[in-house]
């Protein structure tokens, strides 16, 4: 269950790297502004947020990959700490977009699950 756990961390920091790259490389393009349903001039006005959160979003995906990488050497105390902050902060930054933006469940719930799910079996694999 640790194995999938990490898998599935894993899963989750790629799609934060993606989301990383849409909102703080490509964010004003048309690929990115469908993505996220914005207007040119919504881009162009939020690029500087979108900038800086697409970095936050980068940072918690880092978090996971040094814990998955310093779990398979060994470090199992400090690599399921670092995925379960990691991971832990995507579930509460995807539950904030769902309750702030119910509109945006979809989105949420892409955010959320995954690493939801990572932390679950991550959980259930060190206790058994």
């Given at each position: 269950?640790?194995?999938?756990?990490?898998?599935?961390?894993?899963?989750?920091?790629?799609?934060?790297?993606?989301?990383?790259?849409?909102?703080?490389?490509?964010?004003?393009?048309?690929?990115?502004?469908?993505?996220?349903?914005?207007?040119?001039?919504?881009?162009?006005?939020?690029?500087?947020?979108?900038?800086?959160?697409?970095?936050?979003?980068?940072?918690?995906?880092?978090?996971?990959?040094?814990?998955?990488?310093?779990?398979?050497?060994?470090?199992?105390?400090?690599?399921?700490?670092?995925?379960?902050?990691?991971?832990?902060?995507?579930?509460?930054?995807?539950l904030v977009l769902?309750?702030?933006?119910?509109?945006?469940?979809?989105?949420?719930?892409?955010?959320?699950?995954?690493?939801?799910?990572?932390?679950?079996?991550?959980?259930?694999?060190?206790?058994?």
């Amino acid at each position: 269950m640790v194995v999938a756990g990490l898998v599935l961390a894993g899963i989750a920091g790629l799609i934060h790297v993606y989301i990383f790259y849409l909102e703080s490389v490509v964010w004003t393009t048309a690929r990115a502004r469908a993505v996220f349903g914005t207007s040119r001039e919504e881009a162009e006005a939020t690029r500087q947020l979108a900038f800086n959160q697409g970095f936050y979003n980068l940072f918690l995906a880092v978090a996971i990959v040094v814990g998955i990488v310093a779990y398979a050497v060994g470090a199992h105390t400090v690599g399921a700490t670092l995925v379960f902050v990691g991971a832990g902060s995507m579930v509460a930054a995807g539950l904030v977009l769902l309750i702030s933006a119910p509109d945006k469940a979809g989105a949420a719930l892409k955010q959320l699950v995954p690493p939801l799910l990572a932390v679950v079996a991550l959980a259930i694999g060190l206790v058994i």
